[in-house]
């Protein structure tokens, strides 16, 4: 299901600051080189997460899904001098490549790869984050989202891609795991007395979590 009109989408992206060389390099590689390119930011959501990392001025980042690197580079953008972004990737190709590219660039001091199981990393870290950006596997979104929630300040960021997971979730009934999983996440957000949401129809759709 096509949610934005590509005309809507070409316009606004006329109007958004482009992307860097980096960025650009990283969409060409993964678009020609990968299998599943779709699942890459792209320009207009990328700068969304640049503006809201900016406005924030995180020191702890935590982004939940790396694939090759260009949404972690976007949120970099944003990070306060000696801040750190911790990026987890199950994948160790899509780690790598993405490690290639965070050493091109200026933020390659402050980026941390780390590759497993993201519950038994989140765990490990130990850090109180002000952002975490969750664009993962969807069956595990409460999961994920459960388990990263207390390390999150009070005042702090979740920032949940794809929540809008290409129109299926407005089926009835909701079809396949996960689109249903992707739905069972959404009522559980909006459910929790511990966050307010709002949910943004940017691309595949941006849930923005406020811990209170």
């Known amino acids: 299901m096509e949610l934005i009109p590509e005309r809507v989408s070409a316009y606004a992206e006329a109007f958004t600051t482009p992307v860097d060389d980096l960025l650009e390099e990283i969409a060409s590689g993964t678009y020609r080189d990968h299998a599943e390119p779709h699942m890459l930011s792209g320009p207009l959501q990328g700068q969304l997460l640049t503006q809201i990392s900016r406005m ?13 690197g260009y949404s972690a580079l976007c949120l970099a953008k944003g990070l306060r001098e000696n801040g750190q972004l911790h990026t987890i990737e199950i994948r160790e190709a899509d780690a790598m490549l993405a490690r290639e590219y965070f050493n091109k660039s200026s933020y390659s001091e402050q980026l941390f790869v780390h590759t497993g199981d993201a519950r ?15 664009d993962a596997d969807k069956i595990n979104y409460v999961l994920y989202y459960e388990t990263v929630l207390p390390s999150v300040r009070k005042g702090g960021w979740i920032v949940a891609d794809n929540v809008l997971f290409h129109g299926t979730v407005l ?3 909701v079809k396949g795991k996960n689109a249903r999983a992707v739905h069972e996440f959404n009522r559980h957000v909006s459910a929790d007395p ?9 691309r595949d759709g941006l849930m923005l979590i406020y811990k209170k």
């Open 194 to 202: 511990r966050v307010e949401q709002v949910m943004l129809t940017v």
């Open 56 to 68: 924030i001025n995180p020191d702890r980042i935590l982004e939940i899904g790396t694939f090759t």
């Open 120 to 134: 038994e990393i989140i765990e490990k870290l130990n850090e109180r984050w002000d952002i975490v950006f969750l």
């Open 171 to 173: 089926e009835e009934p």
